[in-house]
């Protein structure tokens, strides 16, 4: 029988063999992978408060203390299908980076191509899971738009009091940084037991945190004679988040990502300039994903890869399908400020 290298399977191979694009935020904050067979994501939130127990006297029966509750929280995970066409012009021509005259028979060629976009659907696919993650750590929010999907916002119920608008604003003489950024993680330490050791900074932000004198001063009382100095004064040279040091029990990271949005075609940042985001792994940040609703997978997956033929006109078509959703089963665990 002949062997299909267009089968499920083995496109599935190529794909998982692709992967492994790093994407900070989702490898840092969102590692946890729950694929469900189900078009809704479920997950339980325990209700916790700082209870103490209760005092009785040793002469009378213990006080009976009611358990803990939890919340079950339900989400409808969005849907991406990316579709890319294969005509069979294509491989009758030279590929990018073949020799002139060409060197590949057409149905190399053919293979080749189908790579090279499946290499682009899955950058597509792992830069939209980076931006849903820019967004959550964010708002507290993801908003799901598309030209053929009405707008819906999925809200984790983050408190309002995790987004910030700083005053004075950094920019301005005499401002205490490290105050500000002490007093917002007792914010997140307050609501949910978790101190946000993470300090996710846009490069304008850093070249103000930078030049701060405390800043400066701190950094000099705690560097070791024999390192290297523990923050980079350069500018950024590389996309996703890089670590610029330690102050005063913050990691500092400077992180830079962009993407084409959508609706206007516009390169825009992921996460928004003038701001700081405070965070740690301990957000518990998952990758939820919903059934692929198609007939050849119907199954819990991240993602579904497939390849038919179109016979008048003869035509190849590949598809990525994946239904994914970013949620934080600690949402207050996240804070974000506008500090310019």
Known sequence: MAFDVFSTGILTGVVQSLLGTPQFLLDRYFG???????????????????????????????????????????????????????????????????????????????????????????????????????????????????DKYPTKVVDFQRSASHTINASPLWSTAGVKILDNLQDWGQIVLEDTGIFPN???????????????????????????YNTPPTMA?????????????????????????????????????????????????ALQGVQAYGAIRDDDFLQAGPYFVKSWVQQDPSVRFVMLQSAPIMVPYRPNASLMAKVL
């Not at 009611?66 to 030279?94: C, E, H, S």
């Not at 996309?239 to 610029?244: A, K, N, Q, S, Y």
Request: proline share 7%; aromatic share 8%.
């Open 233 to 281: 004064p350069s500018a950024m040279m590389v996309e996703g988040g890089v670590p610029m040091g330690e102050v005063g029990g913050f990691n500092i990271f400077v992180y830079s990502g962009w993407y084409v949005d959508p609706s206007t075609g516009t390169e825009v940042p992921i996460l928004p300039l003038g701001t700081v985001i405070m965070t740690s792994p």
């Open 32 to 146: 946890t992978i729950q694929a469900e067979a189900s078009e809704q994501i479920m997950f339980d939130v325990v209700q916790g408060k700082r209870r103490v127990a209760p005092f009785v006297s040793p002469l009378v029966e213990g006080q009976i203390v009611q358990t803990q509750g939890w919340v079950t929280n339900t989400f409808t995970p969005a849907y991406i299908k990316d579709k890319r066409v294969f005509d069979m012009n294509r491989p009758l021509k030279r590929s990018v980076g073949e020799a002139i005259g060409g060197a590949l028979s057409p149905a190399e060629r053919l293979r080749a191509l189908i790579a090279f976009d499946m290499q682009d659907q899955l950058d597509m696919l792992r830069r939209r899971l980076e931006v849903m993650c820019g967004e959550v750590l964010a708002t507290g929010k993801s908003t799901i738009t598309g």
């Open 198 to 224: 993470d300090v996710l900074m846009t490069p304008d932000v850093w070249k103000v945190f930078r030049n701060d004198p405390t800043v400066l001063q701190t950094l000099n009382i705690f560097r070791n």
